[in-house]
């Protein structure tokens, strides 16, 4: 059974830089094909798709937010760590990871449940 | 980038039938896939390769996909489908995951 579980604050000041972890199970990113993605909800709000790294360490992220943004991965703990720089209010939502596979038309098919992180002062 | 269009709202009766439209330039030479999101929880893929459903999906739920227009429909609609829909597709181009804006289904 493939299960996914984020963890990491609630709350995070402006300016400050966010860092999620994402514990797996049942599948490994050793593994060929297999990969991580980072996704994220504002409240009300549509899914935004903010990064991914794949079993050769291959990491792609959001266009808009690359700057901002870093993936690395931990095969032998089965983790994938997600840091978000300079947060801002408007980056408060819930945060998922996911896996991601698929041949070469990605998707994810199992959802963590989810952490939500707040960003006030 | 694609930007994929829904529909932000779809109602149906129960026992009838919903479709769910997600729109792209050409989204038919792409795959489409599917997510059921319902109130407080995690999106769950419903469909995948536009009409693939993963186990423990009912029947119930079927996908199309061709032109410029991605459909998911769901016959005998039940009061547990209502929530949010998402359509996604990897683009090639930018090399990202797109998402639509999702489309929420009431069960009247």
């Known amino acids: 059974q493939v299960t996914l579980k984020e963890s990491g604050p609630a709350l995070v000041k402006p300016t400050q830089t966010l860092t999620l972890t994402c514990t797996f199970s049942?599948?490994?990113?050793?593994?060929?094909?297999?990969?991580v993605s980072w996704i994220r909800q504002p409240p009300g709000k549509a899914l935004e798709w903010l990064a991914r790294i794949d079993w050769d360490d291959y990491k792609l992220y959001n266009t808009s937010l690359k700057t901002r943004l870093t993936i690395s991965k931990d095969t032998s703990k089965n983790q994938v760590v997600f840091t978000m720089t300079n947060m801002d209010p408007a980056d408060t939502a819930t945060y998922y990871c996911?896996?991601?596979?698929?041949?070469?038309?990605?998707?994810?098919?199992?959802w963590g449940k989810g952490t939500t992180v707040t960003v006030s002062s | 980038s694609s930007v994929l269009t829904q529909p932000p709202s779809v109602s149906v009766a129960p026992g009838k039938t919903a479709r769910i439209t997600c729109g792209g330039d050409n989204i038919g030479s792409n795959s489409v896939h599917w997510y059921q999101q319902r109130p407080g929880q995690a999106p769950v893929l419903v469909l995948y390769y536009d009409s693939d459903r993963p186990s423990g999906i009912p029947e119930r739920f079927s996908g199309s996909n061709s032109g410029d227009t991605a459909t998911l429909t769901i016959s005998r609609v039940e009061a547990g489908d209502e929530a949010d829909y998402y359509c996604?597709?990897?683009?090639?181009?930018?090399?990202?995951?797109?998402f639509g804006g999702g489309t929420k289904l009431t069960v009247l």
């Open positions: 996604q597709v990897w683009s090639s181009a930018s090399h990202h995951v797109v």
């Open positions: 049942g599948f490994s990113l050793s593994t060929t094909g297999m990969g």
């Open positions: 996911a896996r991601i596979t698929g041949t070469y038309y990605y998707y994810m098919d199992v």
